[in-house]
């Protein structure tokens, strides 16, 4: 039986096999390279660098920043041979033929935005010579490494303007699918919302998918219905924060900053930029110094909070960022006592939660319904 529990952010449908990696936060943004073979250098002129998408570049979401990152690679090195680049690539044996063409196209580093797992772990295996990078990957091979972000930080500091601005108490969730990154999610989430409001409760419905706006509006209305006045999810275009902006609720947001799209209710977002790590990722391959690593994007360095929208007041922004300033400084929110929603104690008190827990989180929280493995 497969478990759940143990698929990847973008890879639920991926029935990889893979084990978890052990992770590390680092005071910057990558973790120690294990050890692996060399890869010999490279002319810019030469060398092939590959994309591969779950979504459309045009989402103004996740696999927008992606292609942004395309774009500083492309700055940085303008005398790249090509950059191959792939739009939404299904989980199915049609990524392991995409990532197969990139290598007989002659790339030299591909990077996999939206971990395809094994299926592009079969094609890692076949070509010992070329570099691979899965984002919310958990495998090292020789020519492996994998990178993602640290984002229930900044999760928990708009969880706590949350807890400020929602009246009811009330907050709402649009979800993609029951993994680690989502339960992460809400958990930090509400937990941040809590420190505010101990009352506060978290309402989650479950889209099965990264990008359907359709979906994701009929979800955002529903919880907007069930009395949530404060909107969050993980979604990659701005469905729900329309629906906010139509209903007078507040909204926070992942990956990119929209608040075009509901300018009164935008509260913020888990920002994301991939680009520093890509440009940094090939400029090694280059150099023919590249080794698979583990990164893992601290806050500050590739994952934050977006500015406040306008119409969040000065005193909420100046409370949650005073918390972001103890969690820069080297504080936990994640410390027990900490209840699962049925009321069992999983992290007992005084015990701090490591990142590689909360990168592989498989329970909610106490207070959050809707949302089960």
């Known amino acids: 039986m497969i478990d759940l529990r143990s698929l990847s952010r973008r890879g639920f449908l991926n029935m ?9 936060l680092p005071a910057g943004l990558a973790s120690p390279a294990r050890a692996a073979a060399s890869f010999s250098a490279i002319k810019e002129e030469d060398a092939i660098v590959g994309f591969g998408h779950v979504g459309p570049i045009s989402d103004e979401g996740w696999t927008w920043a992606h292609h942004q990152g395309l774009l500083a690679v492309k700055a940085a090195y303008p005398k790249l041979k090509k950059i191959l680049e792939v739009e939404n690539i299904p ?18 580093i591909i990077f996999d935005t939206s971990s395809n797992g094994d299926f592009l772990h ?16 958990r495998v090292n091979m020789d020519n492996l490494g994998w ?16 807890g400020h601005l929602a ?54 209305t529903a919880l907007i219905d069930n009395g949530c006045d404060f909107l969050f999810g993980i979604m990659d275009e701005a469905g729900y924060l329309q629906v906010a902006e139509k209903r007078g609720v507040w909204a926070a947001m992942w990956n990119t900053d929209i608040r075009r799209y509901g300018p009164n209710s935008y509260v913020s977002s888990v920002l994301i930029d991939f680009n520093k790590f890509y440009i940094d990722q090939v400029g090694k391959r280059l150099a023919g110094t590249w080794t698979p690593g583990d990164t893992l994007f601290a806050m500050g360095s590739g994952v934050d909070r977006d500015k406040w929208g306008e119409k969040v007041p000065a005193d909420v922004a100046a409370a949650a960022d005073a918390v972001r300033d103890k969690i820069m400084g080297g504080w936990s929110p994640f410390t027990g006592e900490i209840k699962d929603s049925s009321g069992k104690v999983r992290i007992a008190a005084g015990q701090t939660m490591t990142d590689n827990d909360l990168y592989n989180w498989d329970w909610s929280v106490e207070g959050v319904t809707g949302l089960s493995a």
């Open 147 to 162: 990178y993602y972000l640290a984002h229930w930080y900044p999760t928990y500091v708009i969880g706590v303007a949350a």
């Open 122 to 137: 079969a094609v890692v295996k076949q070509a010992p010579g070329v570099t691979f990078l899965e984002c919310d990957g």
């Open 16 to 24: 990889s096999a893979a084990g978890a990696a052990a992770l590390m």
């Open 167 to 220: 009246k009811s108490g009330k907050l709402g969730y649009v979800a993609s699918f029951p993994v680690a990154s989502v339960f992460a999610s809400t958990n930090a989430f509400l937990m941040g919302a809590r420190s505010v409001n101990p009352n506060a409760t978290l309402q989650t419905i479950a889209i099965n998918s990264w990008f359907d706006p359709q979906a994701a509006t009929q979800a955002g």
């Open 91 to 108: 989980y199915s044996a049609d990524a392991t033929r995409t990532y197969r063409q990139f290598v007989s196209e002659g790339a030299n």
